[in-house]
């Protein structure tokens, strides 16, 4: 009867998600993510990729930080990347701290390097916090190349100062930091 009963709920939460208005699908979307049912997360995550609302992206990547269903991870790049999520990027980032980001360590690189300093900030801690011996080396070696090729002689202080930290992060040493 219990599962019963949590199905109906879930199948409410899930209905309510396609809802016109944005604070019910919001209401939905908190609900759904205390629940903490992962049969949830490929549906948010569809609402992740397709909604329009700033505030609805954040809602849904959120639940999908608290779900922590990997199937996510996927998602939450690809909207990442999505012209549209510059400059509402933050709580994007900060929802790959669920995750084990090592298979797109290159994704998170790029990231980086077209990101704002809260964007890079957040790319930086994700970073911190891999096990960096369980990124492909391929991954690791194309991403340490990429960002000592965006040191060149135009890129300004600032950058310059982000991109050798990022690279002391790694274990690589430049003449910036």
């Keep these: 009867m219990a599962d019963e009963l949590a199905s109906l709920v879930l199948q409410w939460a899930l209905r309510a998600l396609n809802s016109k208005s944005i604070s019910d699908t919001m209401e939905a979307l908190h609900f759904l993510a205390e629940c903490g049912d992962r049969r949830a997360a490929p549906t948010i995550a569809s609402i992740l990729a397709r909604t329009r609302s700033h505030a609805v992206r954040?809602?849904?990547?959120?639940?999908?930080?608290?779900?922590?269903?990997?199937?996510?991870?996927?998602?939450l790049i690809w909207v990442l990347a999505k012209p549209e999520t510059v400059g509402h990027r933050g709580t994007l980032v900060h929802a790959l701290s669920a995750f084990d980001c090592s298979q797109v360590f290159d994704r998170l690189i790029e990231l980086f390097l077209d990101g704002s300093y809260e964007v890079r900030i957040g790319i930086a801690c994700r970073i911190e916090n891999l096990d960096l011996d369980s990124v492909p080396s391929d991954k690791r070696a194309s991403g340490v190349?990429?960002?000592?090729?965006?040191?060149?002689?135009?890129?300004?202080?600032?950058?310059r100062e982000e991109i050798a930290a990022l690279l002391g992060l790694l274990g690589i040493s430049t003449s910036e930091g």
């Design 58 to 75: 954040d809602v849904a990547a959120l639940a999908l930080m608290d779900l922590r269903d990997p199937g996510a991870l996927p998602v």
């Design 145 to 159: 190349a990429r960002l000592e090729g965006a040191l060149g002689p135009d890129t300004c202080e600032q950058d």
